[in-house]
Every structure is written in C-alpha cells, then in structure tokens.
C-alpha cells in the first residue's frame, strides 16, 4: 500500500510531499497545545477528516484556496455553524504547526488562517430537563445494584452540581471536603484548565456517600468500573461509562437522546428557576462569560410564559 501523503507548499512555485510519518508529528505537535481532552478529541477528528478529504481529492497545495474549498465541501452536508467553525480552527492550528516546523511558508499559512468561518445564524437551544423529569430520571435507577448505586450518585452530581462527564470522571474523593459547614468539590479542573469550587448539595451527597459506603472505594477516584465477582474495584470510569449510563436511565422513563450535558443544562436552568442568581449559576458551572450562562439557562425567552399565548384563536374540532 502506498503511504498517503500531503502536498504543501514551501513556497509559491515549489510544492512539496508531506508523508504519513511528518503529517502526523505536525498533528501531534497541534493537539499537544490544546489543554482540554475534550478539544483534543474534537480537534483530531476535525484534522483526520480533513486529511480523508483532501488525499481524495486532486493534488493541490496546501493552502487558502484547498481550505475554501474544504468549507464549501462541510456546508454542502448541512452542517452546523459551529462545527464548521470548529473543523476550520483545527486547520489553521495545522497549518500553523507546519509553518513552524518549515513545512509551509509563513505567507500561505497567513492566508489559510484568513478564511472565514462562517456566520451563525441564531442558537441552538438545547435539551433540558424539568424538575419533575429530573426526579424521575433519578428515581428510574435500580438502588439495590453496585451499579445502580454508581449511576445514581454520577446522576445527581451531573445534575446537583452541574459538572461534565470529564470532571465526573477525574473527580478524586480528596476532592469532597466541607467549607463552612457545607460539602464542596474543591479544585475541580474545569475546561481550558480553569479552576472552581462547586458546592455539593445534600442529596447529592448522602447519593455519593451510599456508593462509597457500598463500592468500599476509600481514595483515589470516586468512581469506578464495576466487575462481577469483583470485591476490588481498581479502575476508574470512563466517559462512555457515563454516558451510556445516562441514556440507559433516561429511556427508562421514556426520554431520548438524553446526554451528560443536558444534566448540566438542567442544573443551571432549574438554579435559575428558584431564584438563582445569574453571577452565582456562573461560578457554579465555571464558565468564563456570563453570556455562556445565559445561553445555557435561556433567559431572554420565556416558554413558560410565551407571547404568542397571550392571544387565542378559535377553532372547531373536525373529525
């Protein structure tokens, strides 16, 4: 099988050949600067899909021209906004780790770094839960299983805390700590490395506490992977593990396409809706804008409450 390769430019009228093994050092060298796991694992598929497209096409240089082509390529499958934007960050971040490995003249990685994303046209809004679908969720999980157990307290801090699957996942019970009379996750590494303390309610607690009194997991990480006839429980969760848990659960009280994320959305709007306030649902999910805060609980546009239903209009039931 012949290796697939990258064409670049070193300059205008010099192309050269980027084999297999140097294509992937720049792509290492540009995942490795981007602190969040999440970002790495977006931004490598970003690339990988980039290079699939490109090698299937013509051999052209890499350069602004081959990168508004690929845009085009990503609207014509109707994509989103923002993941369009996001592929096209992931190729110039590419393109400025070949510039400075000298594998692309600083002028051509100038110019790919000048094409545009393109324009968002209003915001998804989301999933969510209501309050009484968030009881359910958490009253649907089985309490007499390890695994059960496991879930329920995952569950509740997604939920209570408004945490991502990843800081589930990486919290260690050193974590949970009690700060003026009250229960905390102290130190919690958030995205792009930020760093919060979010306050655990009770019933999140008294949830983690019965895992932790039933699992026998005493340091380390707070959740781990479950074996059958397995006392010691070594391993800590994975993402998926959080995910498929959230989903098993939520089809069981007849909600799909449920994800760990929704949780989170529903922690800030239901804080919101009792009164919450907007800097403190902040602090709370660490975000670094309160406009991120806004989006998440939505509260420019009330449905409970919409316009439209302030006028009716009659109608006759036809059978």
């Known amino acids: 099988m012949s290796p697939l390769h990258l064409v670049v430019v070193l300059s205008p009228v010099s192309p050269a050949p980027l084999i297999i093994p140097e294509l992937e050092h720049i792509k290492r060298a540009a995942l490795g600067s981007l602190a969040s796991v999440n970002s790495r694992r977006a931004y490598k598929h970003a690339i990988d899909r980039f290079i699939a497209w490109y090698c299937s096409e013509p051999r052209l240089g890499f350069n602004r021209t081959i990168v508004l082509r690929y845009r085009a390529f990503l609207?014509?499958?109707?994509?989103?906004?923002?993941?369009?934007?996001?592929?096209?960050?992931?190729?110039?971040?590419?393109?400025?780790?070949?510039?400075?490995?000298?594998?692309?003249?600083?002028?051509?990685?100038?110019?790919?770094?000048?094409?545009?994303?393109?324009?968002?046209?209003?915001?998804?809004?989301?999933?969510?839960?209501?309050?009484?679908?968030?009881?359910?969720?958490?009253?649907?999980?089985?309490?007499?299983?390890?695994?059960?157990?496991?879930?329920?307290?995952?569950?509740?801090?997604l939920l209570g805390c408004g945490l991502r699957r990843s800081e589930v996942v990486t919290l260690r019970l050193d974590q949970l700590q009690l700060r003026d009379g009250h229960w905390v996750i102290v130190d919690l590494v958030g995205k792009a490395g930020w760093l919060r303390t979010v306050p655990v309610p009770d019933w999140c607690k008294a949830l983690v506490d019965i895992w932790l009194r039933d699992s026998g997991v005493s340091e380390g990480k707070v959740f781990r992977r479950i074996w059958k006839n397995r006392k010691e429980l070594p391993l800590g969760v994975t993402a998926d593990v959080v995910w498929t848990a959230v989903k098993r659960h939520a089809e069981r009280i007849g909600i799909d396409h449920l994800a760990p994320h929704d949780l989170r959305r529903t922690c800030a709007r239901l804080c919101h809706g009792a009164g919450g306030e907007l800097e403190q649902i902040q602090f709370l999910l660490g975000h670094?804008?309160?406009?991120?805060?806004?989006?998440?609980?939505?509260?420019?546009?009330?449905?409970?409450?919409?316009?439209?239903?302030?006028?009716?209009?009659?109608i006759t039931n036809k059978q």
């Open 75 to 157: 609207e014509s499958l109707q994509l989103s906004a923002a993941t369009i934007n996001l592929h096209l960050s992931a190729i110039r971040r590419l393109a400025d780790e070949a510039a400075e490995n000298s594998l692309l003249s600083p002028e051509l990685a100038i110019g790919i770094r000048r094409v545009k994303g393109v324009k968002r046209l209003g915001r998804r809004i989301g999933n969510w839960l209501t309050q009484d679908q968030a009881q359910c969720l958490l009253n649907a999980i089985p309490p007499n299983t390890l695994a059960g157990k496991r879930d329920a307290a995952v569950i509740a801090l």
């Open 288 to 314: 670094a804008s309160v406009q991120t805060t806004e989006q998440y609980i939505g509260c420019r546009q009330k449905f409970r409450e919409a316009v439209n239903d302030r006028f009716a209009i009659s």
